[in-house]
């Protein structure tokens, strides 16, 4: 069993991630001792989104070209409606995602952050949830959308919104300890 101290996570965002389940996520992995690594398009910092307006701006580590997911336990997947619509268009991001699939390795998505698993084919026959927007968009993809907080199979950790934060961190931080996952190629 891994320790969540000695884990690397990635947490892959762009311009119009929802405040919230970027910084919650990040900020709770680095208090239990994770090195945890924003990583956006081009390296630069990108900026949120809370309520009804832009958020603030967070700093990133590194530019997506320059991360694998062999480097990383984990890659965590914030939502709101514009960040993923902009990464499920980037042939780059999709990639990534299907590299920690392959692997087995965590996959963590929140809110609309389910959209780059349904781009990736990974979500066919998975119990999946997320912002109920984009439940016709699981199920034409073949995900098995559920109304629940947080919803785990294989080491991919799904959940809703905001309000289900504290279930998807702690959820995630119980995947990241489990390790890899067995799973068919997507």
């Not at 629940?148 to 294989?154: G, H, I, M, Q, T």
């Not at 809703?160 to 300890?177: G, H, M, N, T, Y």
Request: proline residues 5%.
């Amino acid at each position: 069993m891994p320790a969540i101290d000695q884990s690397r996570v990635l947490v892959l965002a762009t311009h119009g991630f929802e405040q919230s389940e970027l910084e919650v996520p990040r900020d709770a992995l680095k208090e239990r001792g994770a090195t945890v690594h924003v990583v956006s398009l081009d390296g630069e910092k990108i900026r949120g989104w809370k309520g009804s307006d832009w958020g603030t701006e967070v700093p990133a580590d590194a530019a997506l070209a320059d991360v694998s997911a062999a480097d990383y336990d984990a890659i965590v997947l914030p939502g709101g409606q514009i960040n993923p619509d902009i990464l499920r268009t980037k042939p780059e991001a999709i990639s990534l995602v299907k590299d920690f699939h392959a692997a087995g390795k965590i996959i963590a998505a929140i809110c609309h952050g389910p959209w780059l698993l349904v781009e990736a084919g990974i979500v066919k026959d998975l119990p999946v949830t997320s912002y109920h927007s984009i439940r016709t968009d699981v199920e034409n993809a073949g995900g098995k959308w559920e109304d629940s907080a947080v919803v785990c199979e294989r080491g991919i950790v799904t959940s809703r919104s905001p309000d289900d934060l504290q279930a998807f961190v702690d959820k995630l931080v119980e995947e990241i300890r489990e390790g890899r996952h067995q799973r068919h190629a997507a």
